[in-house]
C-alpha cells in the first residue's frame, strides 16, 4: 500500500454534498490542481475542524491527502481565505457568483491545472463585492471563461472568408462553426441567428479589458440582448446542456429589478 502524499493549495468551493451521516463530499477549484473532489471527514459534527467552510465560492486554503492523482483526495484542514460575505449579503450577487462558479466546474476537466480559470475566479468574485452585477460583467466573464477553457468563440472576423468585422450589415453566429459568419457566407435562413458589429466589437472589447473600466461600459437592451443569445447558446451547445443556474439569476433579474 503507497503512502499518501499531502498537499497544500488555495481552492473556491464549486460544491459539497452529504455523504452519510456526518461527512462531505467537496469539490474545489484548486490553484495547483484543477478541480478535484475530496472528502471532508467528520464534517458536519467538527464545526472546529471546518466551520462553514464549505459554503459555494468560498475561497480556501486546503490541506489534502492522496495516494495518487486518480483516488480521492482527504480533506485534513481547510481554511477560509475569503468568504464573501458581501456577495451573500445581495441574492443577485450570490446568483451571479454561482453561475461564475458553476460555469468553472462545468468547463473544468478533473485534475487538470488551467491557471486562466483560476485567476478569473480569483478577478470576479472580488469585483462582484465591489461592483453591482451587470450584463458587461457577467458577458464578460462567459467570454473569458470559454477563451481560458479553449472555446473562444470567433468573433474578430468572418470564420469562412476571414474578413475582419467592420460596421454595417449584421453577422451570424453558427455555435457549430464556433464563431460568426458574414452576410455574404452566412447565406442565412430565416432562424439563423443575427449580431450586429456593435455586439460584437463589445464582446471583443470585454475579453481583455482591464477590471476597473469594465464598470465604464453600457450596454443599451438590444446590445444586451443580443450578447446573451450569442454567448448562453454558444455555452449551451459546448456543454450539451442548458446552465441551470444561469435560468435562475436570469429570471430574478427579469423580476426583481
Ligand atoms: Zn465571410
Redesign the pocket.
Known sequence: MSARETHKTAGFVLRSLQYGESDLIVTFYTREFGKIKGIAKGAKRSRKRFANVFEPFSLTQIIFSRRNRDSLAFIDACDILDHFAAIRMDLEKTLTASYFIDLAEHFSPEGKRNDGVFALLLDFLPLLTRENVSEPIIRFFEMRLLKAAGFEPELAA??????PVANGSPYYFFPKEGGI??T???RPQRYDQSISAGAVRTLLLGKDMDLEKMKMISMTESLASESRSILCGFISYVLGREVQSLKVLEQVRRYCP
Open positions: 468572418c470564420v469562412r472568408c476571414k474578413t459568419f458574414c455574404a457566407c452566412a
